[in-house]
Every structure is written in C-alpha cells, then in structure tokens.
C-alpha cells in the first residue's frame, strides 16, 4: 500500500481539531482534583455553548434549577460560574467582592473602548479605581447632577409635547423614549443636542443614532472570539470588522468634541465647566490626578456617559408601560395617585418622587422583572477562591443571574405577576444593598450611574402617566401584547410597544 503524507491543509485541519481536544482532555484530568460546582459535562471545543438558547439568561436560569444555585459552565474555552440565588450574588458581589471585581477581556472591550480604557470594560486595578473615582465624585455628585436638572426639565418638556402632538394617533412609545433619553445625556455629557439638525453639525442626527445603535449592538452579541480565542482571527462573524469600522467613525465624533471643547476653554478667561466633557478634560489637564488621563482614555469615558445614560432608562421605560397597558388597575392607581399629590395643572417634578411611593414600588417591580442587564457585565476571578466550599479557579468568569433571583418563587410570593404592591412596607431598595433586587449590580462595579438613571425613569415615567391615557392600537386587547424579551446589551422588548397617547391635562400644562 502506497503511504503518502497529508496535504498542508489537512495537516492544519488536524491539528485544529486535535489541539483543543488534548488541551481539553488534560484540562479535566487536573479539575479532577477541585472540588468544581456542578454543571453539565462540556463538549470539546464549544463547552457548553450547546445549550445557551436565543436568551441565555433564560437558558441559564433553567440549567441552574437542575445544578442549583452555584453551577460552573464552560464557554468554549472558559469556564463560567454563574450564582443565581440571594445567598451567591452576596457572596460574590459582596463577601468575596474584590477578587470578583475585574472584568474578561473581550473583543468589544479590545476594540470599542480603546483598548479597556473605558471603565465598564477596564480591568480592576489603579485606573480603573480613578476612572471610578472621577465618575463618582466629579461626573455623578448630587451638586453636579442637580446642577443638570434645567436640562432634564426641559427634555421632559419637549417629550411630553412631541407626544401631545401625536395625540389619538399610534405611536411607537420606544422611538420618542430613546430621543429622550439621548437629547439628556447628549446635554449633560456634550453640552449640545446631537439628535437635532443644526447649521454648523459635523455629525447628521441619524448618523449620530446609528453610531449608538451600533455601539449598543455590537457589545451585546455573542462574539465566538470571546468563548474560543483561536477561532478570534477568522473573525467568522464579522463583529471584528464592523467594531474597527464603527470605532473609526467614532473615533471622528469624540475628536471633533474634543476640538470644540477645547476651543471653547482657550477662548474664554475664568472657564468654567458647563459639561461632563468639560469636566473630563480640566482633570487631563489636572497634573496632581494619580494617573495622566490620556487623550483616548478621556473619549472611553465620554462614550460611557453616552452609552450607559441612553439604552439602560429607555428599555425599563417601555417594559413599565407595557406591563401597566396588560393591567388597566394598576394605572389606575398609579393615576390616582398623582392626581392626588401632583393635581391636574402641572408636570410631575424630580422633587416630588419621594411623596409617591406607587410610582418608585412600579419602577422597582419593572426593574424586578425585566433587569436591564439580566445577568449583570461579566466579572473575572483574579485568584484562585474557595465560595460555598466549591474551588473557584483564578480566571473563571462570573455571572449573577439577577433576572433568576427576581423570579425565585422562595422570595417572590407569584413571581411572575407584575405587582408593585408587593413593595409596600418593605425596606428593600435597588441601590445594591438589598440582594434580591440588583437592577444596577452591586459592590465595587455597581453602576455608578444608578442616581441619574433612577431620576430619568422615575420623572418620566411619573409624567406619561400623569399626562396621558394610553390605549392599545385599532381592536388590540391586552392579552394580545407581546411581552417577549430580545438578546442583547439591554434586553429590551423583541417586539416595540405600539400605542395611543390621549391627553388628560388641560393644554397649558403640555406648552413648552
Ligand atoms: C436604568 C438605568 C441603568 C441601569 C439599569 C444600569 C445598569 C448597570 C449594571 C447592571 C451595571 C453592571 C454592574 C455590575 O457589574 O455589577 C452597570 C455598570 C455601569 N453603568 Fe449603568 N445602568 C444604568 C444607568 C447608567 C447611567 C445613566 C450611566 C452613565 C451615564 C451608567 C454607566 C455605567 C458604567 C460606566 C458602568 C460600569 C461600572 C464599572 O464597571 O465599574 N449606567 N450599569
């Protein structure tokens, strides 16, 4: 029989497959010796990815009700723990916080965030605590954020009137959300509207959107690099391809601000900040800040402000009306409400949220059961941990499944029915310190955008109940409304809220 040596591409195709199969193979030989949480056996190569369905949360939440509530998965080539009872987000979140606090390397991190310079991406360590530190104590203080309220008053105006307009005539609820929530942020962060078209504008507003679009997009998708690195180069789904588009397109957006930023400071003596990029860019100036904030560092934390303020209050502000239009009762009470502490001649304001606590038990029953990120960003084991007597190696990545612990019936009395009643004369809050409610996270990561994303959902939503009715379109029911869930940064509604705005206030109250 005649022998021939294979062909160089059979003999790469071998080593392809055979490669990670050893490595697997030797992998579980040394696991044997720790004491793993338990989980489904892998397949080689893709782990467990087999079984992560269209939601993984969901996917997760169902493997973790036969594993319990500690349970280790395998990602391709990494292994994933996931908590999803009270008891685990403590201990991770909280008892074992700083060797939980990093985050893994992932492809949008690499390339939408000038390489982990952004903080929701950085690794734990000395920038990423003056990032923190900065978000904290200059972006996000109360004096400052109060010091924004005329911006966010004046939005609210505008989307309010935007919908008065649209009276008695379909709308898609999400459309006029999302505007609302850039024009704030835009205000805030850059000092101007980019959603609306001006003379002098070096970004046209739908290039604007869609860049964000973009950016919420391609950090929510299930990147194949991220679970098996060595297949990263072939960039199989083209994410690679358009992250490094988009972020080239960006990149221009931030310069630009940057340049009229700095114009602005040149030209005018006793400068004082009037925005967040103001502010960014006195402290890289700032020759006492521990570490020189670099020019592309400065332009991450730009694009946290912007993306972090906009999708997160725009999606818990449709799950809240969607769930309100399938139970007519609780708008009603909710309406009551404000007639009663607000009255009939004027818009809800920031000041009055604390004298309705119908309102703040509606936003926490939204956030209970739709949390915008369901299993919180992804943390990283920095060493090798023992939690609930289980082996957690050093690098495992680690999920909270927050949408399970929102639904666990040994907490939830019917869980799954949307009742803010359920908070009255409880003291539980969604600002991290209550474990069975973590919308925003908890412990060192936890979003430091909690205060402005609370007063943005919960003064909005205030005012579209104040100031209108809402009816389903044409001879829709209520049974009929979709309530599925799409994959994704957030998880936002898989099919957008279509309904009728009917003003209830007399006409002065909506003129701007
Ligand atoms: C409804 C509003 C919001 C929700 C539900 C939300 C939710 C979250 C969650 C779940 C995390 C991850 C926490 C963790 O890993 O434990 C996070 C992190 C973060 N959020 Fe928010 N967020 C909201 C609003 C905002 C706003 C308004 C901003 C900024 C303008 C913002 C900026 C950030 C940043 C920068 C991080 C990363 C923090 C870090 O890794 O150190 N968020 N947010």
């Known amino acids: ?16 497959l055979v490669f990670p199969l050893l490595l697997f193979i030797c992998g579980s030989r040394c696991r044997r010796n720790l004491n793993l949480p338990p989980g489904p056996c892998p397949w080689p190569i893709i782990g467990n990815l087999n079984l992560m369905g269209s939601l993984p949360h969901r996917s997760i939440h169902s493997l973790s009700q036969k594993y319990g509530p500690i349970m280790q998965l395998r990602f391709g080539s990494f292994p994933v723990v996931v908590g999803s009872s009270v008891e685990m987000a403590k201990l991770f979140l909280k008892t074992h916080d700083a060797n939980f606090a990093s985050r893994p390397r992932t492809a ?19 920038y990423w605590r003056q990032a923190r530190k900065i978000f904290l104590i200059e972006i996000f203080s109360p004096k400052r954020l109060e010091s924004f309220e005329f911006i966010r008053v004046q939005e609210i105006k505008k989307f309010l009137f935007g919908l008065y307009k649209s009276s008695a005539k379909p709308v898609h609820l999400k459309d006029h959300l999302s505007k609302l929530s850039l024009n704030v942020i835009s205000r805030m962060v850059l000092g101007k509207n980019y959603t609306e078209e001006t003379e002098q504008d070096f970004v046209t507003p ?19 690099g991220d679970s098996i690195p060595w297949l990263g180069f072939l960039d199989l ?7 490094k588009a988009l972020m ?7 310069e630009l601000v940057l340049h009229e930023h700095n114009a602005k400071r040149k030209s005018s003596t006793g400068f004082v900040a009037s925005d967040m990029v103001d502010v960014l ?24 402000l912007l993306a972090g303020g906009t ?32 009255g009939r001649n004027r818009l809800v304001e920031e000041k009055d949220i604390v004298d309705l606590p119908y309102i703040d038990a509606i936003v926490k029953e939204t956030m209970r059961l739709h949390p915008v990120a369901p299993m919180l960003v992804p943390r990283f084991a920095r060493e090798n941990c023992k939690v609930a007597g289980y082996d957690i190696p050093k690098n495992t990545r680690v999920l909270v499944n927050v949408w399970a612990i929102g639904r666990d019936p040994t907490i939830w009395e019917n869980p799954n029915e949307f009742r803010p009643e359920r908070f009255f004369g409880k003291e539980i809050d969604v600002k991290g310190h209550d474990f069975e409610l973590l919308p925003f996270g908890a412990g060192r990561r936890m979003c430091p955008g909690y205060d402005l994303g609370l007063k943005v959902i919960q003064t909005s939503l205030s005012n579209l109940l104040q100031c209108f009715e809402w009816k389903l379109p044409g001879d829709m029911k209520k049974e009929d409304l979709d309530m599925e869930e799409s994959f994704g940064l957030s998880t936002p509604k898989k099919i957008p809220l279509l309904v009728v705005p009917q003003p209830r206030l007399p006409i002065h109250v909506y003129s701007m």
């Open 237 to 243: 789904q083209g994410h690679i391809k358009r992250m």
């Open 206 to 224: 739908q290039e604007y959107t869609e860049m964000l679009q973009e950016l919420f997009y391609l950090n929510g998708v299930l990147e194949i």
């Open 108 to 126: 949008a991190g690499k390339y939408t965030t000038y390489n982990y310079s952004d903080m929701v991406w950085a690794t734990y360590g000395p």
């Open 1 to 16: 029989m005649e022998y021939s040596w294979p062909s160089d591409s059979a003999m790469f195709y071998s080593i392809l």
């Open 311 to 342: 999708e997160s209050s725009t999606v818990t502000l449709e799950w809240a009306i969607s769930e309100l239009m399938k139970k007519p009762e609780i708008f009603d009470k909710a309406t009551k409400e404000l007639d009663r502490v607000i």
């Open 248 to 254: 080239k397109k960006l990149d221009r957006f931030y």
């Open 281 to 304: 860019l006195q402290l890289a100036d700032d020759p006492t800040l521990e570490f020189k904030l670099e020019r592309d560092q400065v332009k991450a934390l730009i694009q946290d």
